[in-house]
């Protein structure tokens, strides 16, 4: 599962660079084609950033890489709840 988010995640953000690059250089007067380019980076930023949330938190969990120093640990804040 994790290798598919992966590549997920670089699908998603190589479809945000492109089609954001499309949306930017893109002639004013074809508004249709403007909106889908963003509409489409958009979504590719928002897949993007959830895949790498999602393989942040993975290798946390799982012990490939350590939690930042400031994170709160999940014991206190049951607790405090």
């Known amino acids: ?7 997920l995640n670089v699908v998603a ?13 893109e002639n004013t007067g074809h508004s249709d084609r403007l909106v889908t380019a963003v509409l489409l980076a958009a979504a590719g930023g928002a897949i993007g950033l959830w895949a790498h949330l ?25 607790s405090a709840v």
């Open 54 to 78: 999602w393989l942040v938190r993975h290798s946390e969990v799982t012990g490939k890489a350590k939690p930042p120093k400031w994170a709160v640990k999940e014991d206190t804040v049951e």
């Open 13 to 25: 953000w190589c479809g945000f660079w492109a089609f954001g690059y499309l949306a930017l250089t």
């Open 1 to 7: 599962m994790p290798k598919l988010i992966a590549i």
